[in-house]
C-alpha cells in the first residue's frame, strides 16, 4: 500500500485542477469556443507528453525522475497562467500545464501495476485517490478562506496542492526504482527462450487496437463532461455547486473502485470497458434531457460506471495486453491515444457545439460517441462467437 500515498496526493491536485480549469479560463475573459480551444491545448500535451516520458522512464527503469518532473512542469505553469490574459501566452501555459499535469498519471499508473504484480489490487490503492478527491472537492465548495472562484485562487491551490504531491513522490521506496532491471534479470534467471523474451516485448495486438478504440470513443464523450461541466453548472442551471457535485460522482465511484478487481476478474475487462460506456450513454441523455438539479444528481451517481469501473478496467486491460518492462508506454497509449487524443478533439468540438447551440444540445450530440463505441463491442463479440 505504499502507493496509496501518491495517489492520494495527486488527486488533491487534481480536485483542482479537473472540475476548475475551465472556471480558470472563463475567469480570464474568454468565451465557450476559446474555452474549448484551450481546453483542448491543455488535452491534447497529453497526448505527446506521456509518450516522451513514459519512454525516458522506460529506458532508464525508474520512475521518480519522471513524476518529479511532471509535477516541476504544473507548479511552473500555473500561476502565470493565472496571471496573464493574452490568448498566446494562455495557450502556452495551458500547454505546458496538460504536458505535467496530463504526463504524471500514466508513470504513476506504470510503477503501480509493476510494484503491486499480478496479485495486487490496483482498485484499493486507486480509491486513496478517490478519498483525496471527495475530500478537497468538498473542502472547496465550503471554502471561506481562497475560495477557488478566481483565476489566481485556482492557480494558487494548484502550487499548494502540487508541493505536497511532489513530497509524497519523494518518499516512494527506492525498491520501485528499478523495476525494468529488475523484471529483464527475472526474464534471465529463467532462461527463457530468446524468441519466446522477444514475443513478450510485443505492443501492437488486434485486441489492443480494439479496446483502445472503444476507451478513445468512451473518453470522447466523457470529455464534454470533464470540459464543461462546471460551466454547465454555473451558466445554464445558474447553480453553485460545482465542488458538491464534483464530490458526489468521485463518492459513487468508491465501491466499484475498491470492488473493481472482483468485477473485472468475474467479468472480464473488456466487457467491463463495455459495460461503463454503456452507462455513459444513459448519463449523457440525462444532462441533455433533464437539466434540472435531479437529473443532474442522478446523472453524476453513474460516475460510478462511468470512471469507477471504467478506469481500473482499463489499467488491467492494458496491463494484459502490455509486458511489464513496457508499461510505461502502455499506460501512455491508453492515456495518450485512449485518452488525450479525443478530450482535445472533444473539447474543440465541445465549445463550438456550446457556442452555437447550448450545453444540452452538445451533451445530446456527445451521446453519438459510446453508442459506435458499444456498437464496435457488440460487432467483435459476435465474430467471436462464430
Known sequence: MYMAAPFFFFYIVFAVISPYIAILFRGLGYGPFMIGILLGVFEGAGVLGPFILGHFADKIGRYKPGLLITNGLVLAAALPLALFRDPVLSALFALILGLGFRSAL???????TIAIGKTGDYGKI??????????????????LILPVNTPINIALWIVITTLFSIISIIF??????KTRRRETSARVNRQEPQDAARGTRKIWSAMLAAGLIIMALNRLGMSSVYGFFSLYLTESLQWDAVGLMWALASMSEVPFMFLSRRIINRFGAFNCLAASTAALILRMLLYACFPFKAGIILAQTLHSLCFGLFHPAAIAFISTCVPPERRALGMSLYLSLGSGLPSLVGNILGGFIVEHAGYPAMFGIFTVFPVIAVGIYAVIVLQRRK
Open 126 to 143: 486507486r480509491t486513496a485517490g478517490s478519498v483525496s478527491f471527495i475530500f478537497m472537492t468538498l473542502f472547496f465548495q465550503a471554502a
Open 172 to 177: 516512494i521506496p527506492q525498491k520501485y526504482e
Open 106 to 112: 500514466p508513470l504513476l499508473e506504470a510503477v503501480t
